[in-house]
């Protein structure tokens, strides 16, 4: 699957949906890890840019990226990757988001460290 990295320079993100661990299976609970192990987690963003125009992700980050509802945030490594699948002979696809690290604006020099 290829990622596709995504210019944030002139994008301004709002946290407006807290950090949750995201679900393999929604029965069962199951949290999705990644290659590591970690949690993966999941945040909503809001994104504008200078025009004005408004567009919601929901943004998967390894572990908890400690961020909250209201905050500005940058996600570090933003990339979107394409999907598709069948479920009961229904096709889906979209573009789902993925982030190194959500973290919250001024603190990408900390994070770096």
Do not use: H
Request: aromatic content about 6%.
């Amino acid at each position: 699957m290829r990622n596709m990295p995504i210019d944030i320079s002139n994008l301004a993100f709002v946290c407006v949906s807290p950090p949750r661990p995201k679900l393999v299976n929604q029965e069962t609970g199951e949290v999705k890890t990644d290659k590591n192990g970690e949690p993966v987690y999941q945040v909503g963003l809001s994104c504008s840019n200078e025009e004005g125009r408004v567009d919601l992700l929901n943004v998967a980050v390894s572990g908890d990226p400690g961020v909250s509802l209201g905050q500005v945030v940058t996600p570090v490594g933003l990339v979107g990757f394409y999907w598709e699948q069948n479920i009961n002979g229904e096709r889906r696809s979209g573009i789902s988001f993925r982030a190194e690290r959500v973290v919250p604006v001024g603190g990408e020099a900390a994070a770096a460290a």
